[in-house]
C-alpha cells in the first residue's frame, strides 16, 4: 500500500471491513461504510495524517492474514460470520489501531449527505445560515480580559 493511495487489494479489504463496521441499514435504506465509499474518505485523512498510513496498513494485513489462516484469499473473501470474527479479534488484539480505524470511519460516514438527511439533519455547511445558538454569560470572559496581554505585538 502506497502513502498517498489504497491498493486495489487494500482497498477491498477496507470496504469489506467497513461495511462490516457500519453495515446496510436497508430499512433507512443506508448503504454499508464501505458501500458508501468511506474508503476514499479514509485514504484523504491518511494522507493528512501520515501516521495512519502505518495503522491502516497493519489492520489490514491482520485482517487479510487471519483470512489466509482459514484458507482464504483475503479478508473480503470470507462469509460473514467469519469477517465477524475476525474483527472482534483485531479488536481484541490491536485496540489502538481498531480504535483509530473507528473513529475515522464513523468521522467519515457521518458526513455524507445521504446519512445526516436519513437522521433528518439538514445536509449543508452549518453557513451561512448558521444554526441557533443560545445566548452565552459573556460576563464569564472578564477575568480573561482583565490580564496583560501574554504575547508581542
Known sequence: MSEDQFSPDARETLAA?????????????LPGAGSLGVASYL??????KPELVEV???LINA???FARARDCDRFAALPLPARAEALQEIARTHPGPFSSLLFHTYAGYYQEDRVLEAQGVPARAPFPEGYEMEPNDLSLLDAVRQRPKMFRE
Not at 453495515?23 to 435504506?29: G, Q, T, V
Not at 485514504?43 to 493528512?48: G, P, V
Open 17 to 29: 471491513v467497513l461495511d462490516g463496521i457500519i453495515p446496510a441499514n436497508d430499512a433507512a435504506s
Open 43 to 48: 485514504e484523504t485523512i491518511q494522507n493528512r
Open 56 to 58: 491502516f496498513a497493519l
Open 63 to 65: 485482517l487479510d492474514a
